[in-house]
Structure formats: structure tokens, C-alpha cells
């Protein structure tokens, strides 16, 4: 029997996740405790006797680095990995390099409140969530969806708003839900699904 296997995990914490800077397409490395947090990642996988066969990441180090350091612990190292700007994180535009309290001072609390957790504003430059899903749905539909479907335990390492794509369509969420969905630094969540690509079980690594 396929077992239709999607495992998704957002990347360990980066510099930039550290010292409260917007982040979006610039790639900040992880910090020690990032590194810490992929390696921790694998360990929880090859203890739920996960394997996989293949792996798909974005164009930005610090989810690539994640999913290098997660198949290392598991002993995967040799998987067929995709790598495409499509699963990239969202796009935060002006944000980008910003630390979050000074751009509320610059801008005012609410306004960057609401490019942070409204679902379709972007902020200046850069990318709403709408927008990182449209770029991020295609790809999950048309490059990694039928490959779990044909029975290819797949691996995906991404981002927070990315992955948020894939949730909202796996878990069926609306654009309310889906801000309110906090994904953890390193974190696995194990889908199963079925034939017709709906969620059969689902399990979060947290903790």
C-alpha cells in the first residue's frame, strides 16, 4: 500500500529570527541554536522510523542547511533534493533587514501589525501572504503533491509563511485561520494522506 507520506518542517532559527529582524528573501544563516533544532528535527523523525525517498526545499540556506542537517541525523544523505524559489519565505520588500520594533516606530504599531497578520496587505515592496501562496500552491500542487501521491515519502524544509501555504490547503483552513497558525523553529508535522489528497492523520513533532 502507498503510504502517501508529507512531512513538513519550518527551519531552525536563523540570525536574523534572532536579533527580531525581518527577514523574507535575505539569507541569514542559523544560529547555533538553529543548527541545533534541524539536528533535532532528524533525531525526532528517525525515532518515529521515518524514511524518505525524496526532498524538496527552497532557494534560501537556511531551510536547505535545515533539511542537510535533518537527513544527516537520520542517515538520509544521499536523497534527490529540489530546490526552488517557489517554497521561498515570504517576501517582506522595504521590512527586509528591519528590526520589527523599528519598523513600528518608523510606521506605527498598527500598520505594520496589519502587513504582518492581514492575510492580502503586502507591505511596501515585498509580498502578502495571499501573494506567497499564490507562487506556493502551483508548485506544491503541480511538483510535490503527485510525486506523495504515488507513494514518494516526501520531506519538505521551508518557512513559516511558505509552509503556511501547504497547511492551509492541507488542513483546510480559511485566511483567518491560517494567521492564527503558529509553526515552531525546527518543528515536523507528519501528514498521511489519501488517495484523493485530503489529510488522512496528522501528527506534530512540538515538544
Known amino acids: 500500500m502507498n503510504e502517501r507520506l508529507l512531512v513538513l518542517v519550518r527551519h531552525g532559527q536563523s540570525e536574523w529570527n534572532l536579533k527580531n529582524l525581518f527577514t523574507g528573501w ?14 533535532e ?3 525526532k523523525l528517525k525515532a518515529q522510523g521515518l524514511t ?6 527552497s532557494a534560501l540556506s537556511r531551510a536547505q542547511k ?9 542517515g538520509q544523505t544521499g536523497l534527490p533534493i529540489t530546490r526552488d ?5 515570504r517576501d ?26 492581514s492575510y492580502d496587505i503586502p507591505p511596501p515592496g515585498g509580498e502578502s501572504l495571499k501573494d506567497t501562496l499564490a507562487r506556493t500552491l502551483p508548485y506544491y500542487v503541480q511538483e510535490i503533491l503527485p510525486g506523495v501521491l504515488r507513494g514518494e515519502r516526501t ?6 509563511n511558505s509552509l503556511r501555504a501547504l497547511i492551509m490547503v492541507l488542513e483546510k483552513l480559511t485566511p483567518e485561520g491560517i494567521l492564527a497558525r503558529e509553526l515552531g523553529t525546527g518543528v515536523p508535522v507528519i501528514y498521511r494522506l489519501n488517495a484523493d489528497s485530503t489529510v488522512a492523520s496528522k501528527l506534530d513533532l512540538a515538544g
Open 85 to 89: 524559489q517557489a517554497l521561498n519565505e
Open 41 to 43: 528535527a532528524g533525531r
Open 52 to 57: 524518505f525517498d525524496v526532498a524538496f526545499t
Open 155 to 160: 520531506l519538505v524544509a521551508a518557512h513559516g
Open 26 to 39: 535575505r539569507d541569514p544563516a542559523l544560529t547555533e541554536k538553529g543548527i541545533g533544532e534541524a539536528r
Open 66 to 74: 535545515t533539511l542537510d542537517l535533518a537527513l544527516e541525523e537520520m
Open 92 to 117: 517582506y520588500g522595504d521590512l527586509a533587514g528591519l528590526n520589527k520594533d523599528d519598523a513600528r516606530e518608523k510606521w506605527g504599531e498598527e500598520q505594520v501589525h496589519q502587513w504582518r497578520r
